[in-house]
């Protein structure tokens, strides 16, 4: 029987995943923030499962994992993954990890929007598939959220503490306001 036509695909996520766990699981060791640690712990579990899930569906078509022709989607992995090992700041890694897997939404196309795109899929691989691109979309905004934070661009703990007491300060003032003008 010949090789279906989704097979290098199934071979290319199965080998990329595996490096994504390996990458996120070295940033999560490393770094001191406790927040973001336990979000790259997280999406490294799935990259984990998504490579040992279709690895074992390839096994069910009777292929095995062929790492030589898989595309390469970590271009310089052994680089990145003693960078991410290293004591550079998470806002380094940041730029270091985004400049290979930009998945915000606007900045780029969805990466996954062809996977489904082969209409001889069998129905197994198909619903693999499905699960598989819609926890990565939702893996790339935890992400996205967490390299905004730790970049600085979602809004810190204080700037939210200085925004509270001004709206306090002119409700207060308001209803001064208020009082002046039954009295009147
Ligand atoms: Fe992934």
């Known amino acids: 029987m010949d090789a279906p036509t989704y097979l290098p695909l199934l071979n290319s996520i199965a080998v990329n995943e595996a490096k994504g766990q390996c990458l996120l699981n ?5 770094t001191r923030d406790t927040q973001l640690a336990a979000v790259l712990r997280f999406v490294a579990i799935r990259e984990g499962e998504h490579a040992m899930a279709f690895e074992k569906r390839m096994c069910e078509l009777g292929h095995a994992v062929n790492q030589q022709s898989a595309y390469q989607f970590f271009k310089n992995f052994d680089e990145q993954l003693a ?3 290293s004591n550079a700041s998470d ?9 290979d897997a930009p998945r915000a939404e606007g900045e780029q196309k969805d990466p996954f ?13 198909g619903s693999l598939m ?50 002046l003008r039954s009295v009147a």
């Open 113 to 125: 929007r062809n996977f489904l795109a082969d209409t001889t899929m069998d129905p197994l691989t």
């Open 83 to 85: 960078f991410l090992r």
């Open 26 to 30: 070295a940033w999560a060791d490393s």
């Open 91 to 99: 806002a380094e890694k940041v730029t270091c990890f985004r400049g």
């Open 130 to 179: 499905g699960r598989y691109v819609c926890e990565e979309r939702d893996s790339g905004r935890r992400l996205k959220a967490e390299y905004d934070r730790v970049c600085g661009a979602a809004p810190r703990a204080a700037e939210i503490d200085e925004l509270r007491a001004c709206v306090e300060a002119l409700q207060a003032e308001v209803s001064k306001l208020k009082s």
